[in-house]
């Protein structure tokens, strides 16, 4: 049979950043996050006897099978095929709207695509729960991409209770999150590798001294939908994501001089009145978060950067669907 999922990639407000368990990619800590209408993945799945191979396909480049992408699939495809029970291998074809590898979390759009699109074609008949954990063995962030809207991926400590749910549905707060897309190159160090230095640096243990109670806050200014003091705890957790890459050993600087430009634009903004705050992963994008009745500013001051080559604006969204637009 064949399946086509739609995913969102999601911005986290709270990162995951370092795991208790690399193979079952058991986060240190829990994390929350936002589905985003705008950056999407669809992927087509057909489980076919008459493959020898799995075969990948992304933005229609086929890619080569012992190449580190299609390898990822791969693993992925072999334990749906064990919960499934299936011998054959599979063609999945995907396509991405935005641009991959530059730190706008192509990971978690693409592999909670896959496992939906995989779990159909295999006929397993999962839970919102079970899907979200098969997506986190992926990769990580693509457990948050299942459920709808505002969610928490929750700190477990074992495969069956490190899964991700829906806190809140997309409308209970009209923000944005406009990604600023300042370059197009590659990074260097993906999530994957990054994460697994986490622990190196000296900072790490006060991070995780004090998360549990960052969290809750979290939680309780989504809740109530302070704006401003969310945005400002939002922006100082991005930078002390980067405090702790760029203090592991070695280093990981994602920053390009146009992504410091940005986080100085962004705060002198603010101290012009204007409600915004940023947000970075691993790359030199930047996320700015806004209240709905902010955007045509923020997108006017954006138009006018030149360093900003385009932006996407997204609203919260549900999680991963079903469609019946297959790619091929
Ligand atoms: C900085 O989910 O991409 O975006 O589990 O190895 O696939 P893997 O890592 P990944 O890491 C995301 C890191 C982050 C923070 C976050 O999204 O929470």
Redesign the pocket.
């Known amino acids: 049979m064949k399946a086509t999922a739609i995913a969102p990639s999601n911005l ?1 407000f709270i ?3 370092g795991r208790k368990n690399g193979d079952l ?1 058991l986060p240190t800590n829990a ?1 929350i ?1 936002m589905n985003l209408s705008s950056l999407l993945t669809t992927t087509t799945v057909e489980f076919t006897s008459s493959l020898e191979q799995d075969e990948f396909e992304l933005n229609e480049t086929k890619y080569d099978y012992d190449s580190k992408k299609v390898q990822r699939v791969v693993k992925h495809l072999d334990r749906i095929r064990k919960l499934g029970q299936i011998k054959s291998r599979a063609r999945v074809v995907s396509s991405n709207n935005f641009p991959s590898d530059t730190g706008l ?1 192509s ?2 759009s693409g592999l909670a695509a896959l496992t939906v699109a995989a779990a159909t074609a295999a006929n397993l008949n999962l839970s919102e729960k079970e899907l979200s954990i098969l997506a986190r063995k992926g ?4 457990c948050r991409s299942i459920p709808n809207g505002f969610v928490e991926w929750l700190d477990g400590d074992s495969d069956q209770t490190s899964f991700a749910v829906s806190l809140f549905p997309p409308s209970h707060w009209e923000i944005a999150d406009v990604v600023a897309i300042i370059s197009n190159e590659q990074k260097e160090v993906g ?2 590798e990054g ?1 697994e230095s986490a622990n190196t640096s000296p900072f790490y243990e006060t991070r995780l001294a004090k998360i549990d109670n960052k969290i809750k806050k979290a939680k309780s200014l989504l809740e109530k939908r302070q704006f401003s003091e969310f945005g400002e705890m939002v922006e100082a957790e991005a930078l002390e ?1 980067h405090a702790i890459m760029i203090t592991s050993s070695p280093s990981l600087i994602y920053w390009q001089p146009e992504t410091v430009k940005m986080m100085k634009l962004v705060k002198k903004w603010r101290s012009e009145g204007l409600q915004v705050y940023f947000s970075l ?2 790359g030199q994008d930047m996320h700015i978060i806004c209240e709905k009745k902010n955007i045509a500013q923020l997108t006017a001051n954006l138009g006018s950067v030149p360093e900003v080559k385009e932006f996407i604006v997204n609203y919260p969204s549900n999680g991963t669907s079903i469609t019946n637009e297959h790619l091929f």
């Open positions: 986290a990162k995951y950043w990619r994390s996050s979390s990971s978690s990769s990580g962030s693509a999530s994957t994460q994501l992963n691993t």
